[in-house]
């Protein structure tokens, strides 16, 4: 699981305890997370407990501070703010007195300083804020800003529908963030996705969680891989540790009020860019038969095979399957050079 996926699991789970303490004294608290305690009341916190297996051997352990508020993600490097050692030879942040000095009810607060940078892409959808997902809504909401595109130089937002989105979202959900405009010409310039991508990372010298949105799915027609691959260009791993969530296109939103369906059966479905339509497509193969050979697919571009997505034996891989093991297996082959 990767460090960010893991700091938020976290986050989550102490948050939980803490709302069923919530009535407890700051010692109880800490007196609650110790080892002995947790291991019996919150079997889940740590896949340690099931074994009986402190993590460090050390007199009062104590479970309050798991993920240690020193540890810290330099470009090239992992590193302790405190002193340079192994981090599974050091019990301080575990000690009872380390965390009596550093408590907070916030473990998330307390741990600030080691998150790890994290961009979400986020994709709002076909115009309308019912139509963003839960995933995208919960990326809004963990972020510290929100960065929005709009066509006006001096950043007002008043024609930009991606704001509009985000206002409704926040205000139907009650939350609230800082919102900042990003102009976007749609002129298909580099010099201004380069501008765009100074306004992002700027961000990150305050912030630790920026989102980007963008109206309809990320993936169809839209700027964030031109961003993207000017952000990995200038900093590799906010680019590696960038999430793109996907969004409900127009064209799947118009089917729906239609009640027409894009394709059925064996039923193919094109989508040309009417000002190029000449221009290679991307293809995606679905609906093949298991033990299948993928012979019969010509791969043109960069191929990838997709299997059991968004389930436990989800697989992605880079290049195409000799034989199909699933029917849920699709494969798309993308053009050469998009990103």
């Avoid at 892409?121 to 963003?132: N, R």
């Avoid at 290049?319 to 050469?336: A, N, P, Q, S, W």
């Amino acid at each position: 699981m990767p460090y960010y996926k893991w700091f938020e699991n976290h986050h989550h789970k102490h948050k939980k305890i803490l709302t069923k303490l919530k009535n407890f004294s700051e010692k109880e608290i800490i007196d609650y997370f110790s080892f002995s305690n947790m291991k019996e009341k919150e079997s889940d916190f740590c896949p340690l407990y099931g074994k009986n297996q402190p993590c460090h051997d050390t007199k009062d352990l104590n479970c309050y501070m798991c993920g240690c508020p020193n540890f810290r993600f330099y470009k090239k490097e992992i590193s302790c703010a405190i002193k340079d050692i192994d981090c599974m030879n050091c019990d301080i942040p575990h000690s009872q007195s380390y965390v009596e000095k550093n408590f907070n009810r916030d473990w998330k607060e307390i741990m600030k300083e080691c998150q790890v940078s994290k961009l979400f892409m986020v994709s709002l959808g076909a115009g309308d804020y019912e139509l963003a997902t839960i995933k995208a809504l919960k990326a809004l909401e963990k972020s510290d800003v929100i960065c929005i595109p709009t066509k006006d130089k001096e950043g007002s937002f008043e024609k930009s529908l991606t704001y509009e989105i985000v206002k409704d979202l926040m205000k139907e959900f009650q939350f609230t963030k800082p919102l900042i405009p990003v102009y976007t010409p749609m002129k298909f310039k580099n010099n201004d996705w380069e501008r765009q991508v100074d306004v992002i990372m700027e961000q990150f010298e305050k912030n630790k969680v920026v989102s980007f949105v963008t109206l309809g799915d990320a993936g169809v027609y839209s700027t964030v891989y031109y961003l993207l691959e000017i952000i990995e260009r200038r900093d590799k791993k906010i680019a590696d540790n960038c999430e793109v969530i996907a969004g409900v296109t127009s064209f799947s939103y118009a089917s729906s009020q239609v009640k027409k369906p894009l394709c059925l059966g064996d039923s193919k479905l094109e989508i040309i860019p009417l000002v190029s339509p000449d221009s290679p497509p991307t293809k995606v193969y679905m609906r093949p038969k298991k033990g299948m050979d993928t012979e019969v697919i010509e791969e043109t571009g960069e191929i990838y095979t997709f299997e059991d997505l968004n389930f436990k034996t989800e697989q992605i891989i880079k290049g195409k399957k000799k034989r199909v093991e699933g029917y849920m297996t699709l494969f798309i082959d993308f053009v050469k050079g998009l990103s």
